[in-house]
């Protein structure tokens, strides 16, 4: 079956070390996306990829970036985590959206990302 | 901007039991609507989407929701609930523009189904 997955499914690291998330697609979808999603809330989108082009929320910390070596695959890299960046993180794909604007994203099932 | 308010934080019911649970949105422009159900430690999968062919829509799992604009309202139902039922509930208005989509969820509604 087409698919989002993501590895891996829980993640530990220290305060203030790097640490990168990745996520694959079978679907061949253009556009990927990264929310983070914290515990009793909903998710909250960080930046998204349409083809290679990057277009990061206002509010997403310079903590986060993201790559796009490929169609499918994107990964998260946050650079110096905190205790506040502890959350699930999920990845999502789409169609292109323009002109169909119900095109629905499909969602990986997440990294759960704590902090020590 | 567009935006999506769901009532109740958690909805308790018993199994056999009707589901509803509630969401009004706020949009300038006809909205694209989308339910979203999500298990715990699991991604968001679609339950079900308004795509303005009709009024009332079908879902997986036996949901339905329908759109009502004069009430600006797109309810999730279920006329009787299941165990396996019990989960997140989240609906989002999207945002469309070159290209990209952008969900914008209410803070979502915990389905609790007791025996």
């Known amino acids: 079956d087409a698919m989002v997955i993501q590895n891996p499914r829980y993640q530990v690291t220290q305060f203030g070390k790097p640490v990168t998330l990745s996520c694959s697609q079978t679907l061949n979808h253009n556009v990927m996306y990264w929310y983070q999603q914290k515990s009793s809330q909903a998710p909250k989108l960080l930046f998204h990829y349409y083809d290679k082009d990057f277009n990061n929320e206002a509010d997403t910390p310079d903590n986060f970036q993201s790559r796009r070596p490929n169609t499918s695959f994107c990964f998260l890299d946050i650079r110096s985590p905190g205790l506040g960046d502890a959350a699930m993180y999920l990845c999502?794909?789409?169609?292109?959206?323009?002109?169909?604007?119900?095109?629905?994203?499909?969602f990986g099932d997440g990294t759960r990302l704590s902090i020590l | 901007a567009q935006s999506v308010t769901q009532l109740g934080s958690h909805v308790s019911v018993s199994e056999g039991a009707l589901v509803l649970l509630r969401c009004n949105y706020s949009s300038s422009v006809p909205p694209y609507l989308f339910w979203y159900v999500q298990y715990p430690n699991q991604g968001l999968q679609l339950l079900l989407k308004?795509?303005?062919?009709?009024?009332l829509v079908k879902g997986i799992n036996g949901f339905e929701a329908e759109f009502k604009k004069s009430e600006t309202s797109f309810h999730l139902t279920k006329p009787s609930a299941h165990m396996s039922d019990a989960a997140e509930y989240f609906c989002a208005v999207s945002e469309s523009s070159a290209g990209f989509q952008k969900l914008v969820f209410g803070t979502g509604t915990r389905l609790l189904v007791s025996p």
């Open positions: 308004y795509t303005s062919a009709a009024t």
């Open positions: 999502a794909t789409s169609r292109d959206s323009r002109g169909r604007g119900n095109q629905p994203q499909h």
